[in-house]
C-alpha cells in the first residue's frame, strides 16, 4: 500500500507565495511520473503541473511563469512552488504518483486528500 500526503496549504494573499509539498510512503519501488491537479466546486478537475522521473515538465496555461514543479527521488516527495498567486488559483490541491507495483499489475496511480488553497485579501 502507498500512501500520499500532502502539506502547505493555507490562505495567501494576492501576489503572495506558497510551496506544496506531497511525500509518498509505503510499498515502493519507483515511481513514474508526479503531477499536481487541482479542484473547485462546479468544475472539472484540472492538471496543474506534471514531472517525469527523470525530471522534464509541463504545465497548464494558466501557471505556466508562476509556478514550478520539482521532486525529489530519493525522498519520493514532489514539491511545487507557486508564485504571484491570484484568486482564481483558490482550489484543493490534490498530487498524484504513478507508482511500480510488480511485474503483474505494472504501475498504479495514487492519490493524496488534498490539501486547501486560499488566495485572498
Known amino acids: 500500500q502507498v500512501q500520499l500526503v500532502e502539506s502547505g496549504g493555507g490562505l495567501v494573499q494576492p501576489g503572495g507565495s506558497l510551496r506544496l509539498s506531497c511525500a509518498a510512503s509505503?510499498?515502493?519501488?519507483?515511481?513514474?511520473?508526479m503531477r499536481w491537479y487541482r479542484q473547485t466546486p462546479g468544475k472539472q478537475r484540472e492538471l496543474v503541473a506534471a514531472?517525469?522521473?527523470?525530471?522534464?515538465?509541463n504545465y497548464a496555461d494558466s501557471v505556466k511563469g508562476r509556478f514550478t514543479i520539482s521532486r525529489d527521488n530519493a525522498k519520493n516527495t514532489v514539491y511545487l512552488q507557486m508564485n504571484s498567486l491570484k484568486p482564481e488559483d483558490t482550489a484543493v490541491y490534490v498530487c498524484?504518483?504513478?507508482?511500480?507495483?510488480?511485474?503483474?499489475?505494472?504501475?498504479?496511480?495514487?492519490w493524496g486528500q488534498g490539501t486547501q488553497v486560499t488566495v485572498s485579501s
Open positions: 498524484n504518483a504513478r507508482v511500480w507495483v510488480s511485474e503483474v499489475t505494472g504501475y498504479y496511480d495514487y
Open positions: 509505503g510499498s515502493i519501488r519507483s515511481i513514474n511520473a
Open positions: 514531472i517525469a522521473r527523470a525530471g522534464s515538465t
